[in-house]
């Protein structure tokens, strides 16, 4: 989101930025980036005055969940506004997969086609342009979803690549594991409970004095109390400089057993040229062609949670060891952020694409019959129940 929005200041627009969250501790100052900041409430009127004044041409929503609550209303005060939905991962996907793991079994195409799926790929049909992260994802809505492709863009992590300084910190300089990942996420939660209870006793076995130091947002006393000396396993909480903390780590461990979109974290590991262990569902949609930085467990070959940490930890070990093998897999992450996420490649497609749109509104949208059925009157559930709450609340 901080990519896009700074993409388009720099293009001259006059951006506002309005949440109806409540702003965090560790939240982005925006004016400082010239964006307008507005506090804004749900199932509210207020929101119709707002938009009407403000009278935008574009309008972006950050996820599903908020072009459910506020789209109904830009597409009543600002109809000709292109509406953009930045997904940032499929959220439907992401919690189908959850819920398999839980029940121990195989992933179907029933799965994809739950409820909170019928919302999210509603919302995708109802925007002019949907950002898509994962390569994977573009796939699975184009050919499961039948989402046509004109209302889907492959949008990855823009890059600053030409201010990009490989680490000047070498294998033998740098020393441990680390994992880092917001609390809050439950894919994060569920990699940290799997690396204390299953992977990392196996690790520590074989690497009886080398330690783990787990990082990320918002911990819950459930993880802090995992915190561990003697067994090396060490909860460090928020990091005030993560890029510091991962230069400064041998291997980046992301065990990830379900989850969507493509991953920061390793994202980052690559950027401060950090090998990692990771799973199929942390590779899915970032190698895009190009060798994985690092060593990965595909988690649906193993018949049991054990089978799959023996493999992942034995990976792990391997990584740490091998000198030749861990600077192979160091370049290979530089390689792969270079082929797949550069910010000027994929920005300039971008702003080509909203250009194409908005000068091509009515035929764009004409191709898009689900897209218009979805905005008829009769199906807007959304709406109905928003203006319900509020007189409701009066």
Same mark, same amino acid.
């Given at each position: 989101?901080?990519?896009?929005?700074?993409?388009?200041?720099?293009?001259g627009?006059?951006?506002?930025?309005?949440?109806?969250?409540?702003?965090?501790?560790?939240?982005?100052?925006l004016?400082?980036?010239?964006?307008?900041?507005?506090?804004?409430a749900?199932?509210?009127?207020?929101?119709?005055?707002?938009?009407?004044?403000?009278?935008?041409?574009?309008?972006?929503?950050?996820r599903?969940?908020?072009?459910?609550?506020?789209?109904?209303?830009?597409?009543?005060?600002?109809?000709?506004?292109?509406?953009?939905l930045?997904?940032?991962?499929?959220?439907?996907?992401?919690?189908?997969?959850?819920?398999?793991l839980?029940?121990?079994?195989?992933?179907?195409?029933?799965?994809?086609?739950?409820?909170l799926?019928?919302?999210?790929?509603?919302s995708?049909?109802?925007?002019?342009?949907?950002?898509?992260?994962?390569?994977?994802e573009?796939?699975?809505?184009?050919?499961?979803?039948?989402?046509?492709?004109?209302?889907?863009?492959?949008?990855?992590?823009?890059?600053?690549?030409?201010?990009?300084?490989p680490?000047?910190?070498?294998y033998?300089?740098?020393?441990?594991f680390?994992?880092?990942?917001?609390?809050?996420?439950?894919?994060?939660?569920?990699?940290v409970?799997?690396?204390?209870?299953?992977?990392?006793?196996?690790?520590?076995?074989?690497?009886?004095?080398?330690?783990?130091?787990?990082?990320?947002?918002y911990?819950?006393?459930?993880?802090?109390?995992?915190?561990?000396?003697? &067994? /090396?396993?060490?909860?460090?909480?928020?990091?005030? %400089?993560?890029k510091?903390?991962?230069?400064?780590?041998? @291997? =980046?461990? !992301?065990p990830?057993?379900?989850?969507?979109?493509?991953?920061?974290?390793?994202?980052?590991?690559?950027?401060?040229?950090?090998?990692?262990?990771?799973?199929?569902?942390?590779?899915?949609?970032?190698?895009?062609?190009?060798?994985?930085?690092?060593?990965?467990?595909?988690?649906?070959?193993?018949?049991?949670?054990?089978?799959?940490?023996?493999?992942?930890?034995?990976?792990?070990?391997?990584?740490?060891?091998?000198?030749?093998?861990?600077q192979?897999?160091?370049? &290979? /992450?530089?390689?792969?952020?270079?082929?797949?996420? %550069?910010?000027?490649?994929?920005?300039?497609?971008?702003? @080509? =694409?909203? !250009?194409?749109?908005?000068?091509?509104?009515?035929?764009?949208?004409?191709?898009?019959?689900?897209?218009?059925?979805?905005?008829?009157?009769?199906?807007?559930?959304?709406?109905?129940?928003?203006?319900?709450?509020?007189?409701?609340?009066?």
């Open positions: 989101m901080l990519s896009l929005l700074t993409l388009f200041v720099q293009q627009w006059q951006v506002t930025f309005a949440s109806p969250a409540q702003q965090g501790e560790h939240k982005v100052d004016t400082n980036l010239g964006i307008t900041e507005q506090a804004v749900l199932n509210r009127s207020s929101f119709d005055e707002f938009i009407s004044e403000l009278n935008p041409n574009v309008v972006m929503f950050d599903f969940m908020l072009e459910e609550q506020f789209a109904w209303r830009v597409a009543k005060h600002c109809p000709d506004a292109l509406r953009i930045d997904t940032e991962d499929l959220h439907s996907l992401r919690h189908a997969r959850h819920q398999v839980k029940q121990n079994r195989a992933l179907t195409p029933a799965d994809l086609n739950s409820d799926a019928k919302r999210e790929i509603a995708i049909f109802r925007c002019d342009l949907s950002l898509i992260i994962s390569e994977y573009l796939e699975l809505l184009k050919n499961h979803y039948a989402v046509p492709e004109h209302i889907l863009l492959h949008c990855p992590f823009m890059l600053d690549l030409q201010n990009m300084i680490s000047d910190i070498g033998a300089d740098r020393q441990h680390i994992s880092i990942g917001n609390f809050r996420h439950e894919p994060n939660w569920d990699a409970l799997y690396l204390k209870q299953t992977i990392w006793p196996l690790i520590r076995k074989q690497l009886p004095k080398v330690e783990l130091h787990i990082y990320g947002a911990p819950p006393p459930k993880a802090t109390q995992l915190h561990n000396p003697k &067994q /090396g396993f060490l909860v460090k909480g928020w990091a005030e %400089d993560a510091n903390v991962m230069q400064q780590a041998k @291997v =980046c461990l !992301a990830l057993r379900f989850g969507a979109g493509i991953k920061g974290k390793l994202t980052e590991a690559m950027l401060c040229g950090t090998p990692n262990v990771t799973t199929n569902i942390g590779t899915e949609g970032m190698d895009m062609g190009q060798d994985w930085p690092g060593l990965t467990t595909d988690l649906s070959v193993f018949n049991s949670d054990q089978e799959a940490a023996i493999h992942f930890a034995n990976h792990a070990v391997k990584l740490y060891q091998e000198d030749e093998l861990w192979q897999k160091q370049r &290979q /992450g530089y390689d792969l952020i270079r082929a797949n996420f %550069d910010k000027e490649t994929i920005q300039a497609k971008l702003l @080509v =694409c909203i !250009a194409d749109i908005q000068n091509n509104l009515n035929n764009h949208r004409t191709n898009n019959f689900i897209g218009q059925m979805l905005q008829h009157h009769q199906l807007k559930s959304t709406q109905y129940m928003s203006q319900w709450i509020e007189a409701k609340n009066r």
